[in-house]
């Protein structure tokens, strides 16, 4: 049974840091592209960082850009994400989301909420 269990969500004020994990269970971990995507209210999903299998590559979303890191520990089948320098706009829903090689394969999060507010 493949599962994509995010934590780590929660308010916090601008300027101000978060650490979201995601865990994963179900498939081989080690194998897929993992990517963190967000949606904040009104507006469609957006893709904030991704990380390949073994780690070597990463790639951000200009907006997030020196702000956000993107890493995973495959004996811990886990990706995290962690924030800095968070801003208002940074508020949203976050998902974790798994892609095989192929793209033939992924599996979503059920998302964990972030708000920045003061």
């Known amino acids: 049974q493949v599962q994509v269990v995010e934590s780590g969500g929660g308010l916090v004020q601008p300027g101000g840091s978060l650490r979201l994990s995601c865990a994963a269970s179900?498939?081989?971990?080690?194998?897929?592209?993992m990517s963190w995507y967000r949606q904040a209210p009104g507006k469609g999903r957006e893709l904030v960082a991704s990380i390949s299998n073994g780690g070597r590559n990463t790639n951000y979303a200009g907006s997030v850009k020196g702000r956000f890191t993107i890493s995973r520990d495959n004996a811990k089948n886990t990706v995290y994400l962690q924030m800095n320098s968070l801003k208002p706009e940074d508020t949203a829903v976050y998902y974790c989301k798994a892609v095989n090689y192929y793209g033939t394969n992924d599996y979503w999060g059920q998302g964990t909420q972030v708000t920045v507010s003061s």
């Open positions: 179900g498939f081989t971990f080690s194998s897929y592209t």
